[in-house]
């Protein structure tokens, strides 16, 4: 671990199940991102949870529970989330609040670094789950970053100790890991690395690709 520049990260897992793999992958992902010298908001779902998203509704005002997600992806740097994969898509609960928080001015997914994980029995590991996931989030600006981490046959992966039983797959996890927080902090200490990170999206980075709403 090389010293680091301070770094905050907002980490949750967007399952609401008692004993979820991705609860658990959130918590791994909490002590990998500490053991690498950034400091955790740990949260829960539960945290912010808000009613189906209408027109209608807002007009009443925000939820709390989207105020709270947007309060503190503002507290934070960079965001993880840990996401089951439900039908080949992502949970309608989480699709529900980033509808709820894109509907804030200023739009706080805009401009933020995101990892995005996954836990599930399947081979697959929730990987299509991710791949819906990052659509309204890029849409939003969120800079997800490239390496997803999908954990498949997760009711085999964790031991005892909550830990990979697999060596080598806990040293990719830790590498995604690093890889990650090496970005955001770069990003936040050393503003040319927002220039390098939009070109190597294929956006030039300007008013209309920097995007506010």
Same mark, same amino acid.
């Given at each position: ?14 399952? !609401? ?15 990998? *991102? ?6 955790? @908001? ?13 027109? @209608? ?19 934070? #740097?960079?965001?993880? /989330?840990?996401?089951?994969? +439900? ?10 609040? *980033? @509808? ?29 789950? !991710? ?34 039983? #697999?060596?080598?797959?806990? @040293?990719?996890?830790?590498?995604? /890991?690093?890889?990650? !927080? ?7 200490? +050393? ?23």
């Amino acid at each position: 671990m090389h010293g680091r520049e301070p770094v905050r990260v907002l980490v949750f897992s967007a399952s !609401l199940r008692t004993g979820s793999f991705n609860t658990r992958l959130a918590l791994l992902a909490r002590g990998a *991102i500490e053991k690498h010298g950034a400091s955790v @908001d740990l949260a829960a779902l539960r945290d912010f949870d808000s009613p189906s998203y209408s027109q @209608d509704a807002q007009k009443d005002g925000f939820p709390a529970g989207a105020d709270e997600l947007r309060r503190r992806l503002l507290a934070n #740097d960079a965001f993880v /989330i840990a996401s089951p994969e +439900y039908n080949g898509s992502m949970p309608g609960l989480l699709k529900n609040l *980033i @509808d709820w928080v894109s509907r804030f001015k200023p739009q706080p997914f805009n401009g933020k670094h995101a990892l995005l994980m996954s836990a599930s029995p399947s081979m697959v590991g929730g990987n299509r789950g !991710l791949w819906a996931l990052r659509v309204p989030l890029e849409h939003l600006g969120t800079r997800v970053y490239p390496d997803m981490f999908s954990l498949a046959q997760a009711h085999q992966a964790f031991g005892a100790d909550g830990g990979f039983v #697999d060596p080598k797959l806990s @040293d990719r996890f830790d590498q995604t /890991i690093a890889g990650f !927080l090496d970005l955001a902090e770069a990003v936040k200490n +050393y503003p040319c690395a927002k220039t390098a990170w939009t070109e190597f999206l294929g956006e030039h980075p300007t008013a209309l690709t920097d995007r506010v709403e």
